[in-house]
């Protein structure tokens, strides 16, 4: 079955750092992926998407590329705020193959940054 | 503004006891998803629902069920056969129609059982 597998967290880094948090998935069919972000006490925001091979998602600075060959979907950013600091999901959806509409989320990684 | 409201934020349940979380969506989505959050496990599929009127179980439907009479409204039920309910709810809606599953999230129940 699809499975998302993302960094164990958590990260902690400081104001500016460059971050990556890894993620991998496993899914027959061609699936669309995705970053949520998940800030203290609040349900899940989408932050970037990604629908096809070699995609590009961006925002708010994050940015994510769509890697077939490697099936992977690392999210990165090049200078983290402290405002960033929230717990973040890489999931993915598959529908090619005329399956149920479901979401498959990794399980977390949580990201702190200091001052 | 459209979206997606759930409510209460915090609910306290004695053992023993159902309990009913609200979901209400004016997004006008056709599908609504219920899921459970539990610390270090990531988000899991409790019940879903692509049109009014249908649903199917998710991944840990046990002890959990659902209605679809309105599009707009997904409740979820915590029953008594449900052996550990203290978890964060999410309640999630998406269009279901396009190349993919973007779906938009309310803000949560945190449900405790005392």
């Known amino acids: 079955g699809n499975s998302v597998t993302q960094m164990e967290g958590p990260v902690t880094l400081s104001e500016e750092a460059f971050l990556t948090i890894n993620c991998t998935y496993t899914?027959?069919?061609?699936?669309?992926l995705f970053w949520y972000v998940q800030y203290p006490g609040e349900g899940l925001q989408l932050l970037l998407k990604?629908?096809?091979?070699?995609d590009k998602g961006s925002n708010k600075g994050f940015e994510a590329t769509y890697r077939k060959e490697t099936t992977s979907f690392h999210l990165e950013k090049g200078s983290v705020q402290v405002s960033d600091s929230a717990v973040y999901f890489c999931a993915l959806s598959d529908r090619s193959q005329g399956g149920s509409e479901k979401l498959v989320f990794g399980k977390g990684t949580k990201l702190t940054v200091n001052p | 503004d459209g979206g997606i409201t759930q409510s209460p934020k915090y609910l306290f349940r004695k053992e023993g006891q159902n309990v009913t979380l609200s979901c209400e969506q004016n997004?006008?989505?056709?599908?609504m998803y219920w899921y459970r959050q539990d610390p270090g496990q990531g988000l899991r599929l409790i019940y879903y629902?692509?049109?009014?009127?249908?649903?199917q179980k998710g991944d840990i439907a046990e002890g959990y069920s659902v209605s679809r009479e309105k599009k707009e409204s997904f409740p979820l039920t915590v029953t008594s056969a449900q052996k550990n309910p203290t978890a964060f709810y999410l309640c999630a809606s998406s269009a279901d129609r396009g190349p993919y599953n973007e779906q938009f999230f309310g803000p949560g129940t945190r449900l405790t059982v005392l």
């Open positions: 990604a629908t096809k091979a070699d």
């Open positions: 899914a027959t069919g061609y699936p669309s």
């Open positions: 997004l006008n989505h056709d599908a």
């Open positions: 629902s692509q049109i009014v009127n249908d649903f």
